[in-house]
């Protein structure tokens, strides 16, 4: 008896893992490590969306500078998505994230939280469903000046 309620267990727990990819407590240690140890990537956003610089390169974490706007700091950056999947993004300041296409129409987010239970860094936790292609991630206004920003896959693929 204790034989088949074990294995009932276990295959319940299978299903239930199965399904997502990494549960969200290993990303955000994954996005964690990447906010307090790095590589970190220097990066000056750009006033508006043109020219906005890249950072699409995975494992990093870049320190965004935010240029002075009229109502605050504000600045955007760019990212490339080579997969359609959920991405999650990861920030080290209590900063507004805007996404957009590369036609200006905005993502929403699936799920949006100032914290992790996980990791105390994570001050903004953003997830996006994304398709392959080109966005702007804009942050701000806001009163600091810089943002670290980190960006992992969350591995859940999207069927078209």
């Known amino acids: 008896m204790m034989k088949k309620l074990l294995s009932a267990c276990l295959l319940s727990s299978a299903l239930l893992v199965g399904c997502g990819g990494e549960p969200a407590e290993d990303t955000d240690a994954e996005g ?9 990537v220097p ?24 240029p ?3 109502s605050g700091n504000t600045g955007s950056v760019s990212f490339k998505a080579d997969a359609a999947t959920d991405y999650i993004f990861f920030l080290g300041a209590d900063v507004t994230l805007k996404l957009t ?4 129409q905005a993502v929403s987010f699936e799920s949006s939280a100032k914290n992790s239970a996980s990791c105390g860094d994570i001050k903004g936790r953003y997830v996006a ?24 896959e969350s591995g859940h693929e999207h069927e078209h």
């Open 68 to 70: 002075a706007g009229t």
């Open 101 to 104: 296409t590369s036609s200006g």
């Open 129 to 152: 469903p994304l398709e392959v292609g080109t966005y702007t991630l804009t942050f701000g206004p806001s009163s600091v000046s810089s943002v670290s920003l980190v960006i992992e």
């Open 43 to 66: 990066v000056t956003a750009s006033a508006s969306s043109t020219g906005a610089p890249d950072v699409s390169e995975a494992h990093k974490r870049y320190d965004i500078s935010l």
């Open 32 to 40: 964690c490590e990447h906010l307090r140890e790095g590589p970190a």
